[in-house]
């Protein structure tokens, strides 16, 4: 398909690439025994949140004896194992969906939950899926220039809706549901759809009469409330509270118990390269986080400041290549306001110049620099991204924290040229944490 891609003008490849992928999608479907048939089958959406408000419903259902396999931007779980996702897309192409699907049920599971992505969901890598039920985290400018704005956009991540409610109903699970994120600005447009069950969450404390089901929280400083029952969500971030009363809310849906969900969101303490503390005994503390959206990355940022600190040191660059040229100049403007030092590297840079990368979220510094809104700031350019790790555990000092974004759980690192090498944020910093100590 990349051989083929050279040779087919971009107007074109965006009208054969859907046909060409649903295509592949339907015939897996097939080929794999329509395993989402057997299967009560869940579809998370959205701008941020989705990898973990999926893990985190996975987690619920399981505890509840709901036997549940998953699949996400950060591994899959087949209902017995998880394999890191190394695939390089957060939703994998319709064959290997179907695939890990057939494998989930085939593990016994009796639930499968899906992220479904905007690009994914645009391609129709979710044909031949039959969801039960979708909800959708929350809604913001993110991959415009791939979609073409961010109407196409919403309209991409309403395939998921869509799939829901034309979608045959099972024996097991007779009813499509929807779900929305009441508190974020799009969710009337998800509403729209005709669903058996609609359901929302708010933080807000608003009356809302386009749903069924209103699960309605109040925040505290170490998670929510919902009806009588105190939740502890232990993630770092304050966004974590609103994807574990996104994951409850489904989980209720699906009959379990608001007290069972209580109990396995207790439990839940990590979540591989979202907010992951790479423990050391240095003094300071260092955390490895996606962020690979302006949401996602200020949200990373905060999480961090809201943390008891001396100092926050912030290594990233602007992952996607060509792609949203325009994040990179806010990711500049978004640490220069929240971190003390910014070091800027590379993410994934694919057929883009990475010095041209660095130069424009250096941009974005310098005019919040410019603006005089800044704090005394230090930054500077180091492409190779392990020198630019290492040269932030040099300068991280007791009390401090590290914050590098971008990467995240993903296995690999795509250098300027196109040229993809294994990677893995996490375990170099623990090598370089090694060579200091030595």
Not at 41 to 57: A, D, N
Not at 139 to 161: D, I, M, R, T, V
Not at 284 to 292: Q, T
Request: glycine share 10%; with cysteine; charged share 20%.
């Amino acid at each position: 398909m990349q051989f083929i891609k050279k040779f087919i003008p971009n107007w074109l490849l965006k009208v054969v690439r859907p046909m060409y992928h649903g295509c592949v999608a339907l015939v897996a479907n097939f080929y794999f025994g329509r395993p989402s048939a057997s299967l009560i089958v869940v579809g998370i959406t959205g701008t941020v949140g989705k990898s973990t408000t999926v893990q985190m419903l996975s987690r619920i259902l399981n505890h509840s004896g709901k036997k549940c396999g998953y699949i996400t931007t950060i591994d899959f779980f087949d209902g017995d194992q998880n394999f890191i996702n190394k695939h390089g897309l957060s939703m994998p192409g319709g064959w290997l969906l179907q695939k890990q699907l057939r494998n989930i049920l085939k593990n016994g599971c009796s639930h499968a939950i899906v992220e479904a992505t905007s690009e994914g969901l645009a391609q129709n890598r979710h044909w031949g899926i039959n969801f039960d039920l979708a909800f959708v985290t929350n809604l913001s400018p993110a991959h415009l220039q791939a979609h073409g704005g961010f109407e196409n956009y919403k309209k991409a991540k309403s395939k998921l809706f869509s799939a829901v409610v034309t979608g045959k109903r099972k024996k097991k699970f007779t009813k499509k549901v929807i779900g929305v994120n009441l508190d974020s600005a799009a969710h009337g447009y998800f509403l729209q759809f005709s669903a058996d069950r609609k359901f929302g969450i708010a933080f807000s404390g608003q009356t809302f009469s386009a749903v069924n089901e209103a699960y309605q929280a109040v925040k505290t400083p170490h998670g929510f409330t919902l009806g009588r029952l105190a939740f502890t969500v232990p993630l770092v971030g304050e966004f974590n509270i609103q994807n574990a009363l996104a994951a409850t809310a489904c989980a209720s849906e699906l009959g379990i118990s608001l007290s069972l969900s209580q109990q396995a969101l207790a439990t839940f303490t990590s979540i591989r390269g979202r907010m992951e503390e790479v423990k050391n005994n240095n003094g300071f503390r260092v955390f490895v986080d996606y962020g690979c959206e302006p949401v996602s990355f200020s949200s990373a940022l905060h999480a961090a400041l809201a943390l008891p600190h001396n100092e926050l040191i912030h290594v990233f660059g602007s992952t996607g290549g060509h792609r949203d040229l325009g994040k990179r100049f806010e990711f500049g403007r978004i640490s220069a306001h929240l971190a003390d030092k910014i070091i800027i590297t590379n993410d994934d840079v694919y057929n883009s110049d990475p010095e041209e990368i660095a130069n424009n979220i250096q941009t974005g510094i310098t005019e919040v620099e410019e603006n005089g809104e800044l704090k005394a700031l230090q930054h500077r350019i180091i492409l190779d991204r392990r020198e630019a790790i290492v040269k932030a555990l040099t300068l991280a000092q007791p009390g401090d924290i590290l914050l590098i974004t971008g990467k995240g759980s993903e296995q690999f690192l795509v250098l300027p040229g196109n040229k993809r090498i294994s990677w893995d944020d996490v375990s170099v910093v623990n090598e370089e944490l090694g060579k200091l100590k030595a």
